[in-house]
C-alpha cells in the first residue's frame, strides 16, 4: 500500500468532497422518486460514506463490496447509515441480479483491477446490477500520477515503470523488489476518456478540471424517471 503525503490528502479530501456534492443530489432524487436507496459501493470504503448528509443517512442503505485485505482495512460503523460489508469481486458479482441496486457508486477503483479485460467486465457489471451508476477514475493525460503524486509515472511503458520502482522510491512509495515492482505495476493502469466512454456507453462523461487540465472523468447514468 502506497502512503499517502500529508498534501496528497488534504488535495484528495477537497476534490471528493466536491464530487461527494453530486452524489448527494443523485441520491436525493432517487429518495424523492421511491423513498429509499440501495447503494452499492463497489471496491470502496466505510469511511468515504462519512460525507453523506445526516439527514439522508436513515434513508440510504450501503453494500460495500470489496476483498477481504481491503474491508479489514476499512470497515467502519457510519452513525445512521445502514452499511453492510461483503466480500467479492466487482468484476464478477452473480450474487447480484440485473438492476439489484438504485445506484452503483465506484470512486478510482477500475484503474486497479488488474488488467484491461477485467475492466470490460467491471463495467459491464456495474452497468447490469445498477440501476444508476456513478463511476469515476483519474484521467491518463493529466500529467500527475494521483497514486504517487509525481509527473508523467503513469505515462511511461510498463518496463520502465517497473524497472524504476526497483531502484528508487517514487513519491510516497518506497523501492521495491522485483515481484513487487511486477504487482505495483500491474495494479494500476490509468484510462482516458475516451477508453470510459467506450465502457460505460449509455452513460454521460463528467470531466473534473485542475489548472484547466481533466484531472479525472465520471460516468454518470441518471435513475430512470419511471419506475
Not at 524504476?164 to 512509495?173: D, E, I, K, T
Request: a positive charge.
Amino acid at each position: 500500500m502506497v502512503k499517502r503525503s500529508a498534501v496528497f490528502t488534504i488535495m484528495q479530501q477537497r476534490f471528493r468532497s466536491r464530487r461527494f456534492r453530486k452524489i448527494d443530489v443523485i441520491l436525493r432524487k432517487i429518495i424523492s422518486k421511491k423513498g429509499h436507496a440501495l447503494v452499492l459501493d463497489a471496491g470502496g470504503t466505510g469511511t468515504y460514506w462519512n460525507m453523506l448528509a445526516t439527514d439522508i443517512r436513515p434513508k440510504i442503505s450501503v453494500i460495500i463490496l470489496n476483498l477481504r485485505s481491503e474491508l479489514d482495512l476499512y470497515k467502519d460503523t457510519i452513525d445512521g447509515l445502514s452499511v453492510q460489508y461483503l466480500e467479492g469481486n466487482a468484476c464478477y458479482m452473480p450474487e447480484f441480479s440485473d438492476e439489484y441496486f438504485d445506484l452503483v457508486h465506484s470512486n478510482s477503483v477500475i484503474e486497479h483491477v488488474g488488467s484491461y479485460r477485467n475492466m470490460i467486465s467491471f463495467a459491464e457489471e456495474v452497468r447490469r446490477v445498477g440501476r444508476a451508476y456513478y463511476v469515476q477514475t483519474p484521467n491518463f493525460w493529466f500529467p500527475i500520477d494521483p497514486h504517487y503524486g509525481r509527473f508523467f509515472v503513469h505515462w511511461f511503458p510498463d518496463p520502465i515503470r517497473i524497472a524504476l520502482f526497483q531502484v528508487m522510491s517514487v513519491g510516497q512509495a518506497k523501492k521495491a523488489n522485483f515481484a513487487e515492482a511486477m504487482k505495483r505495476g500491474d495494479d494500476t493502469k490509468i484510462i482516458s476518456s475516451g477508453m470510459m466512454r467506450k465502457l460505460f456507453g449509455d452513460g454521460r462523461l463528467e470531466k473534473e478540471r485542475f489548472l484547466l487540465m481533466t484531472k479525472s472523468i465520471t460516468a454518470i447514468r441518471s435513475f430512470p424517471e419511471k419506475q
